[in-house]
C-alpha cells in the first residue's frame, strides 16, 4: 500500500490542509507512544456515506484516553461531528476514520500528566487490509511474540504504545512469509492477529476469546457475534489452545481495517479443507450488507454523513 492522503485533517477544532497537518519532534507521544486512537469506517449506501458504529468507536476513544488520565478537551458530540466534517470536506464516499488523541509538546520525560492533550481526525481511502487474503483467505503463523498480560498493559484499550508488540508479531509474519500473525495470551491460550480479533467455527459453533484473553475487544468482533446469534449460530467466549485453532473447521479475522477475512492456513496446517469456510462466507457477506445499510433491522448502527 502507498501513502495514503486526503486534502483535509481536523486538528484541535479546525480543518487544516494535508500539508500543514504536522507536529512537533519533541511531541510526547512520539517519544513514548502516549495517544490513544480509533479506526473506524465509513460505507457507501444507497443515502450516501455513513459511519459504521460511530458512537461505539468514540466511547472507546475516550475510555482508552482515561486510563492514561487523558482529559480530552472536546466533547464526545464534538468529537463524533468533527468525524464526520473530515468525511464531508474530503468528499469521501467510503473512508477510514483515524482520530487520535495525543499528549503533544510540553515536559519531557515519562510523567505525561503536565503534557498537553492534543486531537486529530484523519480520513483516507483504504481497501482490503489483508488484500486479496479478504476473498481467498490469510496463511498466518502464531507469533513468539506474546500478548502482555492483564496486569503488564490495558489492553482493552487503544493505546499507540501497545501497537509496538504488534508491530513485532506483524514483522515476524511478513518476514516468514504470511499474511498475519496471531499472538498466544500470557496463559498460552490464542489472543488476536496483530491488527484484528479471531473467531473458530467447529460442529457450526463459533467460539472466540474472551476478553481476559488480552484482547482488544473489538467492535467488529461484537457486530459479528450479534449478526451471527441473529442468523440462528451458537457463538461463544472461551479459552481458544492453538491445538483447537489447528482442528477448527473455520477461522476468521475480525476488524474495522481487516472486516471479516477467512483463514485458511495456520502455521503451515491447513484450516478445514484449506478454503474460507461456509460460515465464514455467509457472516462475511451478512456483515456486508449491514456495513452498506442494505439490512434494515441494523440501520441503528449507521451515522449518515448528510
Ligand atoms: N485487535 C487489535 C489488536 C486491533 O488493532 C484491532 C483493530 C482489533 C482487534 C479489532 O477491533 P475493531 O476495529 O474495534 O473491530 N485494529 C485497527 C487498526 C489497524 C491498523 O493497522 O491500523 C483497525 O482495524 O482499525
Not at 468514540?58 to 463524533?80: Q, V
Not at 479478504?134 to 506474546?146: K, N
Request: glycine share 8%; hydrophobic share 40%.
Amino acid at each position: 500500500m502507498g501513502a495514503p492522503r486526503s486534502k483535509w485533517i481536523w486538528m484541535d477544532g479546525e480543518l487544516v490542509s494535508w500539508e500543514n497537518a504536522k507536529v512537533h519532534v519533541m511531541t510526547h507521544a512520539l517519544h513514548y507512544g502516549s495517544a490513544v486512537f480509533e479506526g473506524i469506517r465509513c460505507y457507501k449506501t444507497d443515502e450516501g456515506a455513513a459511519i459504521f458504529r460511530l458512537k461505539e468507536h468514540i466511547d472507546r476513544l475516550f475510555f482508552s484516553a482515561s486510563i492514561y488520565r487523558m482529559k480530552i478537551p472536546f466533547t464526545k458530540e464534538e468529537i463524533m461531528r468533527a468525524c464526520i466534517e473530515v468525511v464531508k470536506a474530503n468528499e469521501f464516499e467510503e473512508c477510514y476514520i483515524r482520530p487520535l488523541v495525543y499528549r503533544g509538546y510540553g515536559e519531557m520525560g515519562v510523567n505525561p500528566l503536565n503534557v498537553p492533550v492534543k486531537v486529530a481526525i484523519m480520513a483516507w481511502e483504504w481497501g482490503a487490509y489483508l488484500g486479496k487474503a479478504q476473498e481467498v483467505g490469510a496463511r498466518v503463523i502464531i507469533s513468539t511474540w506474546v500478548r502482555p498480560a492483564p496486569n503488564m498493559l490495558p489492553m482493552m484499550a487503544k493505546v499507540s504504545g501497545h501497537y509496538t508488540n504488534s508491530q513485532l508479531a506483524k514483522i515476524e509474519a511478513v518476514e516468514k512469509g504470511a499474511d498475519e500473525a496471531i499472538l498466544l495470551d500470557h496463559r498460552g491460550y490464542i489472543s488476536e492477529g496483530s491488527g484484528e480479533n479471531i473467531f473458530i467455527v467447529k460442529d457450526e459453533v463459533i467460539y472466540t476469546p474472551p476478553t481476559y484473553a488480552s484482547i482488544l475487544v473489538g467492535i467488529t468482533r461484537d457486530s459479528v457475534m450479534r449478526i451471527a446469534r441473529d442468523l440462528g449460530y451458537t457463538v461463544m467466549e472461551k479459552d481458544i489452545t492453538r491445538t483447537e485453532l489447528y482442528n477448527a473447521d473455520e477461522a476468521f479475522f475480525t476488524g474495522t481495517a481487516a472486516e471479516v477475512t477467512p483463514i485458511v492456513e495456520v502455521d503451515g496446517i491447513k484450516i478445514g479443507d484449506g478454503m474460507p469456510g461456509p460460515i465464514t462466507r455467509k457472516l462475511q457477506k451478512a456483515f456486508w450488507e449491514v456495513v452498506h445499510g442494505k439490512n434494515k433491522k441494523y440501520i441503528g448502527w449507521l451515522t449518515f454523513v448528510r
